[in-house]
C-alpha cells in the first residue's frame, strides 16, 4: 500500500532488506572488522548491543562475506537450546547426523571439527544468536568450545550474539573461565541523531522515493523516541508512512511523527 502510493521500487524499513543495501556507520564498520579479525584468528569473540540494534544484522552481513573456501559458518539462534540439542543441530549443519548420545555427539563434533580444519582447511566459524537466552548448562558447554584444544590454539571461530545483560552474566564468577578467554568484544549502540536522518534517507534511496518525505524536525522526534534503534525506527518510520497515506499526504513533519508515538504509547 505505501509503495504504490509514494511511488517506491519496493517496500521501505523492511527487515529483508539486502546486505548489499545495508546503511553502514563507522560503528557497523568497527564491528565487522573486529569479527573479520576474530574469524581470521580463530578467536572467542562477544557481539552485545540493544534489542533491534543491528546485531544478528551484521552476522548475516558477515556470513555472506565469508569465503566459502575458507570457512564453514554454523548458526545457532535457538533461545531454548538444551546442551544434547545443540550439538546435534551443529552436526546436522555439517550435514552429518548425530549419535544418539550426548556424549557421543559431542566427540562426534570434536573430530568433525578437527577434520575440518586440518584436513579440509576451513575453518568453522560457530555463531551463537540471542546467547543472553542460553541457559547455564548451555553457557558451561560453550565454555568447553572456548577450550577445544585445550592448550594448542583452537581450530574454530565462535561468536555470541546477544542483549546487554549477556556481559552481566559472563560477569559472573561462575563464567569467569568464559570471559577470560573472549578476545574480541564489541556494543553495538543505537545512531546518533545525524546517523539516524541518513538512515531514513538511506532506506528511501533504496525504493528510489522522488523525495525526503520526513522534515528534519520529524527525524528528531523518530530519534528521541527510538534512541537511533534501527527496528524502532523501521517500525515508526512505516506507520509514519501509513498515516500519511490514510491523510493522502507526501510529506512527515513533527506533528505527524508525534500523533504516531501517542498511538504507539497506547499499545
Ligand atoms: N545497518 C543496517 N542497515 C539497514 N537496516 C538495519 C541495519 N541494522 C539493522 N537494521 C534493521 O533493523 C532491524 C533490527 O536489526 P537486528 O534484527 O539485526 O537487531 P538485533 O540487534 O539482532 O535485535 P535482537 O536483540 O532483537 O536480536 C533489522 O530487521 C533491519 O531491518
Ligand atoms: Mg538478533
Redesign the pocket.
Known amino acids: 500500500m505505501i509503495q504504490e502510493y509514494f511511488g517506491f521500487t519496493s517496500e521501505p524499513?523492511?527487515?529483508d532488506?539486502l546486505p548489499e543495501?545495508?546503511?553502514?556507520?563507522p560503528r557497523?564498520e568497527e564491528l565487522l572488522a573486529r569479527l573479520e579479525y576474530g574469524v581470521k584468528k580463530r578467536y572467542f569473540c562477544l557481539v552485545t548491543?540493544?534489542?533491534?540494534?543491528?546485531?544478528?544484522?551484521?552476522i548475516?552481513y558477515l556470513a555472506k562475506n565469508l569465503d566459502e573456501n575458507r570457512y564453514k559458518l554454523l548458526y545457532l539462534t535457538d533461545s531454548d537450546l538444551k546442551p544434547r540439542d545443540f550439538y546435534r543441530e551443529l552436526l546436522f549443519q555439517l550435514g552429518c547426523t548425530p549419535e544418539h548420545q550426548r556424549i557421543d555427539a559431542k566427540r562426534q563434533f570434536m573430530r568433525l571439527i578437527l577434520d575440518l580444519f586440518e584436513n579440509q582447511k576451513l575453518t568453522p566459524v560457530v555463531v551463537v544468536?540471542?546467547a543472553h537466552l542460553l541457559s547455564n548448562s548451555m553457557l558451561h558447554e560453550i565454555r568447553f568450545l572456548t577450550n577445544f584444544k585445550m592448550d594448542s590454539l583452537s581450530p574454530m571461530a565462535l561468536i555470541l550474539?546477544g542483549?546487554p545483560e549477556l556481559r552481566g552474566t559472563l560477569a559472573m564468577q561462575i563464567f569467569q573461565a568464559i570471559t577470560q578467554r573472549i578476545q574480541v568484544r564489541y556494543h553495538?549502540s543505537g545512531l546518533t541523531l545525524e546517523e539516524t536522518g541518513a538512515?531514513i534517507s538511506h532506506?528511501l534511496e533504496v525504493v528510489k522515493a522522488k523525495s525526503q518525505i520526513f522534515s528534519p524536525d520529524a527525524v528528531k522526534e523518530i530519534y528521541a523516541y527510538s534512541k537511533g534503534i534501527?527496528?524502532v525506527i523501521?517500525n515508526l518510520c512505516t506507520a509514519c508512512l501509513l498515516a500519511a497515506r490514510m491523510q493522502s499526504s507526501f510529506v512527515v513533519d513533527r506533528e505527524a511523527v508525534l500523533r504516531v508515538i501517542e498511538d504507539f504509547r497506547k499499545f
Do not use: C, M, W
Open positions: 524499513f523492511t527487515k532488506i543495501h545495508l546503511f553502514r556507520t557497523f548491543g540493544d534489542i533491534g540494534a543491528g546485531k544478528s544484522t551484521a548475516r544468536d540471542e550474539v542483549q553495538l538512515y532506506h534501527p527496528r523501521n
